[in-house]
């Protein structure tokens, strides 16, 4: 059944190969403008081979995890806060809500600005572009922690701590995997939107400088490259999330 | 001065909406010696639940003290554990680990934790679900898991809080050999709830009987009948007698609480 589904499903994507080779490499759309799914593959080795594509993407790597990283961290910590905390949350929820709910995309100027046009500013995109999911999906995570769990925890003696290590956190897990998710898809969005509008080195400087010279199969490579990232990541956590959370699903039943 | 010592306490609490000061138990004292096994009995809402809430300090009197062996009890801690109705157990822990979580809270190592665990588990009779998650048990093997979890802490006091009420009645009964069976081991001191006459008689050495709200002791019922018990001795007219007076004693208070008057029989 699921090897079927297999068969079937990549039926459409193959299909969409064949016919995309044959429109581009007969010219019958303008091939420089569409390239050709051989001409891409070509193209992918020989920017593998001259080390173009792995010594950018190692910068574009290093930026996301170097800001992902310390998002996670820092949003389940201030999203336990502010859920236990009433008066934090009072004070602080709407800010917040009004700083997620802004297109981080217009910041990038400004933080070019602060923190100059290499590294550092596209680590703190990718920290504010994650750090809010996170925070904010650990926050509902949190008020949907059941109360006959944090009891039992507390029965036997538990100091507030480990309330939050036994009940708390394990709880909120699987809302806290869904907001790593969620943060995965914006933050590399925002990398690659920072690295376009200004940067020494990058997956995102290539798809810019490439665009600029308008190289349809060099668009294609990169693009193939961001989203095999995305989808590598996305299929990580839900992964992971199967192994440490199959009691979820009984739950919501 | 009894292995537990409730004197005299009080539990007042505002209700949320109205704002209007709601007494929940009123002037409650009771003593309970080491070994013994008290069950109390009352009609829903009468605040046999915080009472049991007060002995584990997961509540504060308004008034009056609570002591284990002398020692007046201010937070939770393992020498009392409770079992609950929900059963309390968390889903992403297995059978095992969730015995071992009062045992983690009290810092015993993860050697011996292990050990423990296992031994309790098989007292309770659940030695091939050792790798289950609660959702893979019945109710009934859950809450064997839950008395598993509370006995593993060795507590001096094990507090029952309707432990059988989200059982259905077969199993209910079964559970309640069970657990004679395990405390005829050890005789552990029980304070155990429940608003079922008959799971209160046949477990005790005495019930004590509750008024609707506020919470008081109207009657403590020694049940002399002989240990062990099995289920038969439900069928008896001791037991019946008992059954009889405390139902007496409760109807009226039932009655109370329902608006209903008594009918004319």
Known sequence: MASRRLVVGSLSVVVFLALWQIVGSTNLIRSDLISYPSEVVATMAKMASTGELGSNAWVSLNEFFVGFVPAVIFGIVAGIALALVRRLRLLLDPLLIAIYQAPIIAFIPILVVWFGVGTTSKIVMVFISAFFPVMINTMTGVAQVAEPWTRAVRSFGANTLQVVSKAILPGSLPAIMAGMRLGVGRAVVVLIAGEMYVSVMGIGRLVQVYSSAARASEIVVLVVVISTFGFACVSFLRWLENRIGPWRQELEQ | ?265
């Open chain 2, 1 to 265: 001065m009894s292995h537990l010592d409730v004197e005299d306490v009080s539990l007042a609490y505002r209700r949320p909406l109205s704002n209007e000061q709601f007494l929940a138990l009123e002037n409650v004292s009771l003593g309970v010696e080491r070994g013994e096994l008290v069950t109390v009995v009352g009609p829903s809402g009468c605040g046999k639940s915080s009472l049991l809430m007060l002995i584990a300090a997961l509540l504060h009197p308004t008034s009056g003290s609570i002591r284990l062996s002398g020692r007046e009890v201010k937070a939770p801690g393992s020498d009392r554990a409770m079992v609950f109705q929900d059963f309390a157990l968390l889903p992403w822990r297995t059978v095992l680990s969730n015995v071992e979580l009062g045992m983690e809270l009290k810092g015993v190592t993860p050697a011996e934790r292990r050990a423990a665990a296992q031994r309790y588990i098989a007292m309770v009779g659940l030695r091939d679900f050792e790798r289950h998650f609660p959702h893979q048990l019945s109710g009934g093997m859950r809450q064997r898991v839950g008395i598993a979890r509370a006995l593993s802490v060795e507590p001096e006091v094990l507090l029952m809080d309707e432990p059988f009420g989200a059982l259905d009645a077969q199993i209910r009964a079964l559970m309640a050999v069970e657990l004679l069976r395990i405390w005829e081991r050890d005789r552990k001191t029980i304070v155990f709830i429940t608003h079922d006459i008959d799971e209160a008689v046949y477990l005790a050495d005495r019930v004590i009987v509750m008024s609707a709200s506020p919470g008081r002791i109207i009657e403590t019922i020694r049940v002399d009948l002989p240990r062990p018990r099995d289920l038969d001795v439900r069928n008896t007219p001791e037991f019946a007698a008992y059954r009889h007076q405390i139902w007496g004693l409760l109807e009226e208070q039932v009655r109370s609480t329902l608006n209903w008057p008594a009918v004319a029989s």
